[in-house]
């Protein structure tokens, strides 16, 4: 299971230009999900928690690496990732 939080101005612009336009590394990630929801929780927080095969973890993982994807370091420039750190956990089984 993958789940991240963090804030943003807007949700629905979150939504509308980040999310559903993420691009490659997303669509790589998001292609292994199974079960994804998200919801706007405390203002303009933003929860997303995705159901992935144990052996697709590492593809999600990557994409919320925040060394590796430059995704994160953009929505920080472009103000949509209103949080130096997000809260993110990305664990396969025990």
């Known amino acids: 299971m993958a789940i991240c939080i963090h804030e943003t101005p807007s949700y629905q612009k979150w939504y509308d230009e980040v999310f559903s336009s993420a691009g490659p590394k997303a669509a790589e990630a998001f292609s292994a999900v199974r079960i994804l929801t998200m919801q706007q929780i405390e203002?303009?927080?933003?929860?997303?928690?995705a159901i992935v095969p144990t052996g697709k973890i590492g593809v999600v993982q990557g994409f919320y690496d925040q060394e590796k994807n430059p995704l994160w370091a953009?929505?920080?420039?472009?103000?949509?990732?209103?949080?130096?750190?997000?809260?993110?956990?990305c664990d396969g089984p025990s």
């Open 43 to 49: 203002g303009n927080q933003i929860a997303v928690m």
């Open 74 to 89: 953009e929505g920080r420039e472009a103000g949509w990732l209103q949080v130096r750190e997000m809260i993110t956990s």
